[in-house]
Structures are given as C-alpha cells and as structure tokens.
C-alpha cells in the first residue's frame, strides 16, 4: 500500500507529518511529489509554511522500516534525485515515478539501480483531484480499458521502466495480466472508495495508492485470498 502524499486524507499533504502519518498507518511506501528547488510540493498549489526539502523527506523515511516513493514533477534534475537516494541509503527502498519518459531514461542512466515508474495520464491540470460524476467516470473509463492493453506496454519500454503507474479508473484484469507478462509491475492511484480498492486488490495489482492508506490496508486486510 502507497500513501499518497504521505496521508492527506490525515494531515496536510506534501509534508513531515503527512509522511509520518502515513508510516503510522502501514503504507509500505510513502509518495510525495518533488518541484522544483528539490523541495516537497505539487507545482501550482499553495503549500504549508515551509516546504520540507528532498533531503528531509528521505532522512525521516530512512529511519523506518517503509520505501520512498518520489513522484517527480521537475525535469532536469535527475541526477541530483538519484543522489539524494543513494546518500541516504535508500537504493533498494525507492521507486521514482514521472510522467515523462525522458526523464526516466536519464535515471535508467544515472542510477539504473533504481526502480522506475513511468506514470499515465500525464495530469497537467489537476484533473485527478476533481470528484467527477460517477456515470461519467464509469462510462469514459469502460471506453478506454480496451486500448489501454495494447497502448500501455510500449510505453513502459519507452520509458525503460519496470512499474506502470496508472489511473485506477483505467485498469483492468486483461492490461494487469498483459503488464505482469512482460515482467512489469501496476501501480494504481489514487483510490480512496473501499469499494475500487477491494475491485484493485481483486484484480492483482502490485500496488494501491491513496490518501487514505489506513483505510486501503484495512480493506485489503479482510479479503480471502481468490
């Protein structure tokens, strides 16, 4: 289980305590996003006093028993990112995750060490924190499922990355077992509905991501297995 932005559904995301919170509640890796100045913070939103930089997100997660998930919204900065992590000693506890291949690319390089998420839809405008209509949701997701088995997996060799971080609304069993195939990981974010993290878990996906991490332990905690 991921949490997201450490735990905002607890406290204020992109912080230390949303980071803690979400170490509190199970997650096995705690995501946060890296802007530019390699501090905390998703770019074009208004943060909480200081943001915490790279260095202390990493500090406060090396001394748990949890992985770094960093979710990159800079590029350029690539090798100082694999840095930090190797500094810390969090080489074999960290997956880095962005939208745009090239910068994955540049890591395979630097640090090929690391684990690499190639992240889709690229989410410029915030689209994924807005509460769409649920038949809306549903009906355009049902749409695209089909393709995304065919047009997904390139993408991952594109990238040269070993995870395929996806919109939950988008996955299926067919492109979870298409990705597992070709020895590839699927992430799926950001779900907070009990109901589409059992519908994740059931379908076999690695990893869930959410605001709520206590809550998806606790679902995935009361299913049998299949």
Known sequence: MIGHRGAAAVAPENTL????????????LVEFDVRDGLVLGHPG??????PPTL??????????????????????????????????GLEERTVVSSTWAHSLRLLAHEAPWLTRAISYPRDRFGAGNVHWPRPMVGVSAACLRPAMRLRLPPLLAAARAGVLS???????????????????????WTVNDPTEVERLARLGVDAIVSDDPGMAVRVVGTLKPA
């Open 55 to 88: 260095d202390d997100a990493l500090e406060l997660l090396s001394r748990q028993s949890v992985g770094a998930h960093i979710d990159l919204k800079l590029v350029g900065s690539e090798a100082e990112i694999a840095a930090a992590v190797r500094r810390h």
């Open 166 to 188: 996806l919109h939950h609304t988008l996955v299926s069993r067919p492109l979870v077992a298409g990705v597992h195939a070709r020895g590839a990981a699927v992430l799926a």
């Open 45 to 50: 939103s208004e943060g909480h006093g200081e």
């Open 17 to 28: 305590e949303s980071l803690g919170a979400a170490v509190a509640a199970g997650a096995d």
